[in-house]
């Protein structure tokens, strides 16, 4: 997105994001997880985290909970927030990506234009989107914040999946069926997709 004011002038720095990555001995990219609320995107991504620096690689997990405790504490959860919220997520995560660093995002992310504008600010090379599709009935009975009962009640407005929509994807990199299977088999599927796809290599742990 460019700047409002015409005094603005974006500056080029002469490293470029090769040298970083050349340095880092790895490509910056962006996994962005999307679901509803308890379908398992933290668990996964922090998961995933631990499992990347194991083998060596720099990555970073840009959560939704913590972002809106500083980033964005000034976004509530209307469709115009949700939406500010994902342009400023998908702001950071390029930043990060260009300076080598593998981010992994867990946020809802419900509505599809939002998520695609997250894609072309990223690159649509660099971005890899991963649906967890599970059902609504068994998030609600993981539900550890007890958000949807509170949803059900009225005591929470625009909830996702609740009293405001989730637009699934159309056609994500990944699908992830965390209902069916174990959270380190969904981490080792999005392992051997980053492998089979030359996101990065078979490093030894």
């Given at each position: 997105?460019?700047?409002?004011?015409?005094?603005?002038?974006?500056?080029?720095?002469?490293?470029?994001?090769?040298?970083?990555?050349?340095?880092?001995?790895?490509?910056?990219?962006?996994?962005?997880?999307?679901?509803?609320?308890?379908?398992?995107?933290?668990?996964?991504?922090?998961?995933?985290?631990?499992?990347?620096?194991?083998?060596?690689?720099?990555?970073?997990?840009?959560?939704g909970d913590n972002i809106r405790h500083g980033l964005n504490t000034d976004l509530g959860f209307s469709a115009e927030d949700r939406r500010e919220n994902?342009?400023?997520?998908?702001?950071?995560?390029?930043?990060?990506?260009?300076?080598?660093?593998?981010?992994?995002?867990?946020?809802?992310?419900?509505?599809?234009?939002?998520?695609?504008?997250?894609?072309?600010?990223?690159?649509?090379?660099?971005?890899?989107?991963?649906?967890?599709?599970?059902?609504?009935?068994?998030?609600?009975?993981?539900?550890?914040?007890?958000?949807?009962?509170?949803?059900?009640?009225?005591?929470?407005?625009?909830?996702?999946?609740?009293?405001?929509?989730?637009?699934?994807?159309?056609?994500?990199?990944?699908?992830?069926?965390?209902?069916?299977?174990?959270?380190?088999?969904?981490?080792?599927?999005?392992?051997?997709?980053?492998?089979?796809?030359?996101?990065?290599?078979?490093?030894?742990?």
């Amino acid at each position: 997105m460019k700047s409002n004011s015409p005094n603005l002038t974006w500056h080029n720095s002469k490293i470029t994001r090769e040298d970083r990555e050349t340095l880092l001995g790895q490509r910056g990219f962006v996994i962005w997880l999307t679901g509803l609320s308890s379908s398992g995107k933290s668990t996964i991504a922090n998961i995933l985290e631990e499992c990347l620096i194991k083998k060596g690689y720099l990555c970073y997990v840009l959560d939704g909970d913590n972002i809106r405790h500083g980033l964005n504490t000034d976004l509530g959860f209307s469709a115009e927030d949700r939406r500010e919220n994902i342009r400023r997520i998908g702001e950071v995560a390029s930043l990060f990506a260009d300076a080598g660093i593998i981010t992994v995002t867990a946020f809802i992310s419900p509505y599809k234009a939002d998520r695609n504008s997250a894609r072309r600010i990223v690159g649509d090379d660099r971005f890899i989107e991963v649906y967890l599709d599970v059902p609504l009935s068994v998030c609600e009975k993981r539900d550890p914040k007890n958000l949807y009962q509170k949803a059900r009640t009225g005591e929470i407005h625009n909830f996702t999946g609740i009293s405001a929509p989730y637009e699934a994807p159309d056609k994500p990199e990944i699908i992830l069926h965390t209902a069916e299977s174990s959270s380190a088999a969904c981490v080792n599927e999005i392992i051997n997709y980053l492998l089979s796809k030359g996101f990065i290599e078979g490093k030894d742990e």
